[in-house]
């Protein structure tokens, strides 16, 4: 029996009337299979759904995907090549924000209703959009696993429907002034003051900052190879590492100019902490939060220094294609909307154009102004 076979146990059989037997793709030394039905019709779209996916080489086994997502997610973790810092966040935002919740659904269970459900649950619970976009693409990256390994027929995070997240443009208006950085860099003290101000003056993210090395400064351009990221080692125990930069693979760097002062600077990198090992960035956060503390400041982040950064460097005429190359973001139109209203060349450029066109068709009182 090569091909899917409807067969009618009669009226007065005992369960379900109407059985598919068939064979999974492999001829005849496949295994066969059966699957019973109330309705005839059940029966033959059951069968001709089997015939077309093993001709069209989409045929999923039923059992397949009757393995736990727990349990599922456990294998992919432990198999998974991924970033220590992608890996450990992955793991968290599963173990913390989804198995809590559909850890005992098959993943052949898990539907896009779910996923929805889940969405409004994090929203919920105060979640940010950026949060659940995070939360989300851990989960899909999971079951586009099993997608591909045949365990299921279709992503259920690909098919619900996520919630908006607009880019909101930086407000300028609330980032720290020169003043308080220079008093945020003093009160944190001399071995992370470096960090502040490589993300002040460079743009860095906080893993970049403290991934820096004496050799990395040449010719007033740092060369970034490589960040520190916490991650969960074999005893469950959570240590600092290298890996390679956002957005890149291992081996590959991206230049960002920094002023000539930095080599002032060079002998205090690495920044290690107060043993002598790795300061990763949960450990800046936490001195960060406290100086700003101290000095009753905004609650600013560490990451405000990075929007500082571009936007000194675009209101002052610098080219947001260049920005967008030295902040390393995934492409430029990230760039763009978190920071395109800040191009002053734009600015300028956008009022010489219409005074040029509508001079001269003005009201008398609008030209005045305008030559003026």
């Not at 027929?153 to 407000?171: R, T």
């Not at 560490?302 to 947001?320: D, E």
């Amino acid at each position: 029996m090569d091909v899917a076979t409807v067969l009618d146990k009669g009226a007065g059989a005992p369960g379900k009337r109407w059985v598919v037997r068939y064979r999974e793709p492999g001829g005849r030394s496949a295994r066969q299979r059966q699957k019973a039905f109330d309705r005839k019709k059940d029966a033959v779209d059951f069968a001709t759904k089997v015939e077309n996916d093993k001709r069209e080489n989409t045929y999923i086994d039923p059992n397949a995907g009757k393995v736990s997502l727990r349990r599922y997610t456990e294998d992919w973790l432990n198999g998974v090549l991924l970033s220590g810092g992608t890996w450990e966040s992955y793991e968290r935002i599963l173990r913390l924000h989804v198995l809590p919740h559909l850890g005992r659904k098959t993943i052949a269970q898990v539907t896009a209703a779910d996923v929805e459900a889940l969405y409004a649950r994090w929203a919920k619970g105060g979640a940010k959009p950026n949060t659940i976009d995070a939360r989300s693409i851990a989960l899909s990256s999971l079951f586009s696993h099993a997608v591909r390994h045949r365990r299921i027929s279709s992503n259920p995070v690909k098919e619900a429907e996520k919630p908006d997240n607009p880019v909101v443009p930086v407000d300028e208006r609330s980032l720290p002034s020169l003043e308080e950085i220079k008093a945020i860099a003093h009160a944190i003290g001399p071995r992370l003051e470096p960090a502040v101000w490589l993300m002040a003056c460079g743009g860095l993210r906080i893993g970049e900052s403290l991934g820096v090395f004496p050799e990395d400064f040449q010719d007033g351009m740092l060369r970034l190879r490589r960040q520190i990221v916490r991650y969960r080692d074999e005893d469950g125990l959570y240590v600092a590492r290298y890996a390679p930069l956002k957005h890149r693979k291992e081996g590959e760097w991206r230049d960002v100019p920094v002023p000539e002062f930095f080599t002032a600077f060079a002998d205090r990198f690495p920044i290690l902490n107060q043993q002598g090992g790795m300061t990763y960035p949960g450990l800046v956060r936490a001195s960060w939060d406290r100086a700003i503390k101290r000095l009753g400041l905004r609650d600013y982040t560490p990451h405000v220094l990075r929007h500082k950064w571009a936007t000194v460097t675009l209101t002052n005429g610098v080219s947001i294609h260049e920005v967008s190359r030295w902040l390393g973001h995934r492409s430029i139109k990230v760039t763009v909307d978190r920071y395109g209203h800040l191009t002053q060349d734009g600015r300028e450029r956008c009022r010489q154009v219409v005074a040029a066109t509508f001079e001269g068709y003005l009201p008398e009182e609008l030209s005045v102004g305008l030559a003026a």
